[in-house]
């Protein structure tokens, strides 16, 4: 009888909150501040992101409720099998993966986007077509797929040395940060009178402040890789929501900042109306010169690597824990008998990223909505979970909280999900998301539909221990 098998414990504190802040702060943070800026104006950008971060904290304490409980590798789907059975796990966890899946090659195409602005002449190189109207390179491809690779083998070679590399990159980010914001505060070109108007020209106040909470699920995702990685924690997981809220409210701040001071260096509206291809460094370069361009675009760097390196962990622990639960075949859980990593979901998470690069970064923009819709997903079924353990909690279970929280959570959830959903919104999909979402659906049912009868003919005491270890709960205390 197949057993739960488990990884094994090496990651500290620091570099738990290294993994979750660092994937939070990835390319988007310095990549869309322009965007943020034309959507919504600096301080509806501001508002949105600060809203969207309250939001992701009443969404994470149901995380913490769901990791205390049952700590172990797969995060959300774990929840969502205990909440509903595997077939509602199955849907979670694909919808989850196809988010986490989504962010590694954005992430790394952002490479090529630095590479066009810092040394246009040296990746834009070998034209190979354009896909909605943005040009493809073989030497961007180059560059995307170095980093890929990189960190594939990274993640490879063990999870000791994801956490020490992740902190590292992590603290090379924030310095960057930090000294653009000050230099952006004593610039001669910076002024208050920059940020007005306040809010967008072109749409309401409360509608741009909309558009960006609804992106918050794919914006703050990031405290949601720590459960995934809950098997390979050294410390309790008791202190595991902490860390979560920690990485949330700095991860706002530094997002806010980074919007902050690309409009208070250049009247904003100028920035929008010029149309350049990376916002941040344009405004940067004009205000602090090369010296300040350089100290961002190693900020942008590091944000990417920690990106790939923080979702890597997260996508191959998700498809790992699947895979042990006999959801996905069992060539996804096997571990690397000399560094104990999940190595072919690796591989796997490589090869699909690897292909992504190739379809242009215009058409991985697409997939943006499309990702948030996977991880709201997660956090929705999250919340329903932490919903039911709170409701049927026992004297002697160690799950403790507030069921009025995991309640709002799911609130939350849901409306983020209406928000990309619903036609009229602010943030509804663009028609190719939705394309690619009914392909991704479509794919997950023919993978799946072959596996149901075999779940099927699985006692479920058995299936309840591979998923959620020897402490499962009494059937009678399950809602399904």
Known sequence: MKTHTELKRHLNHWQCGALALGCMIGWGCFILPGDFLATAGPIGATIGIAVGGLLMAIVSYSHGVMVTRFPFAGGE?????????????YACGWFLALGYLCIIPLNATALGLLGKFVLPDVFARGYVYSVAGFDVYLGEIGLASAAIV????????????????????????????????????????????NLTPAFAIDSSA???ILAIVAIAPWMLSGFDTLPQAAEELTFSTTKAYRLMLFSIVIGVILYIAVVLATAYLMPWTETVDASPAWATGFVVDYSLGRMGLAILSLGVMMGVFTGINGFFMAVSRLMFSMSRANILPEWFGQLSPSHGTPSNAILFAVTVSLLAPWFGRQALLWVVDMSAVGIAVGFLYTCIAACVLLANRSPEDH???????????AIVSTGFLLLLCIPGTPAFMATPSWIALGCW??????????????????NSRELDSLVLGDQYVDDSRRPF
């Not at 789907?77 to 796990?89: E, K, L, N, S």
């Not at 993978?447 to 699985?458: A, D, F, G, Q, T």
């Open 206 to 208: 409360i509608g741009g």
């Open 77 to 89: 789907f774990v929840y969502a099998y205990f909440a509903g059975g595997p077939h509602h796990a």
């Open 150 to 193: 990189a960190f594939g083998w990274l993640n490879h070679r063990g999870i000791k040395l994801v956490g020490r590399s992740q902190l590292l990159l992590l603290v090379i980010m924030v310095a960057a940060i930090v000294l653009i914001a000050f230099g952006s505060v004593f610039d001669p070109h910076g002024s208050l009178t």
């Open 399 to 409: 799950a403790q909280g507030n069921r009025a929280l995991a309640i709002l959570g």
């Open 441 to 458: 659906v479509l794919l997950g049912a023919t993978c799946y539909l072959p596996r149901v009868s075999s779940i099927k003919k699985m």
